[in-house]
């Protein structure tokens, strides 16, 4: 994986699990349905964004969020007709996406597609499965499908998280930077990275 974009990924995740940390109370209750889980990424992510120092953009050519900075945004006098009900970049810095149920119908796979599809600095899928057991299973599935692409696709930044349990004081994930080549997974004991292969 290249190393820049690693580490523009491992910043995220740094900074995700230091928001999500300080709002533990608020991801507790989140959980209650998916309308309050949507709420809360949804604040969550444009945390995230004020502390890259980005904009964010929800809902951006079928992305759940688009971050960018004012240097990225095209110009709408250069626009025929100059229209002001949309907006248009020409960089995006982080592509994230978000799947209250990765089991669902299209689940995980579609939202990952679209990060695949997508030219940006980082991409960054949060998730939730149905299973309690590991997120191991997904990872491996995401970098199946990146390896059947045309080409070497940009790392993915994977943070499979589990529901708060009423007896844990501390939130649950697994994280996985996904590339065609690697795929390091973190633990969170040491704090760091390491291949797969090595667990």
Known sequence: METQAVERLQEIHRLWLAITKDSHAEYCAAFRSNKTLTSYIRSTVFELADRL?????????????????????????????????????????????????????????QEFSHLLLTKADAKVLVGYGESQESYDPYALDYQKLMTNTDKNPDPILFIGEYAPKAEADDRQFESYLISSLQLLKFDPGKASWGTMTER
């Open 53 to 109: 120092s980005l904009l964010v953009q929800p809902q951006y050519n079928s992305l759940d969020y688009a971050f960018y900075s004012n240097d990225d945004f095209i110009p709408k006098t250069c626009c025929v007709g100059n229209r002001t009900d949309t907006m248009w970049l020409k960089h995006i810095r982080v592509a994230f996406e978000h799947e209250n149920k990765l089991d669902g119908q299209a689940g995980g796979y």
